[in-house]
């Protein structure tokens, strides 16, 4: 496993729920992004927001970890969940906030 890798192997697995993105939570710089932590933010859960626009072995590097091509990408407890189409359809069938429950993060 390269040094990159290694990287972001250690903050997904060091944080609860981490959302590699464009930009940051604060200020997401794509409306994927900014879809993503719209949901999150409505659930009140907290998450580490990677800005992957400041480095670019992180923004290929997460590509090949999940081997998923797009971005963001959504991590819980260590778990690859999806991009912004699956988080968004997940939160609308009630499917996230399930899982979110399940992990412990959000009370049932």
């Known amino acids: ?11 997904v697995k060091s944080n609860d729920i981490v959302l590699f993105m464009k ?8 409306g994927f992004s ?13 998450f580490l927001d990677i800005n992957i626009l400041e480095d670019n072995d992180i ?18 407890k260590g778990e690859f969940v999806g991009g912004c189409d699956i ?3 997940m939160f609308e069938d009630g499917e ?3 899982l979110l429950c ?7």
């Open 34 to 46: 900014a879809a993503v932590v719209q949901i999150l933010d409505y659930l009140e859960v907290p």
């Open 102 to 108: 399940q992990k412990g993060i959000l009370a049932a």
């Open 59 to 76: 923004r290929e590097g997460v590509k090949q970890y999940s081997n998923w091509p797009t971005l963001p990408q959504l991590y819980v």
């Open 87 to 89: 988080i968004r359809e």
């Open 23 to 30: 930009g940051t939570g604060q200020f997401p710089q794509c």
């Open 1 to 11: 496993m390269s040094d990159t890798q290694n990287t972001i192997d250690n903050i």
């Open 96 to 98: 996230l906030q399930e």
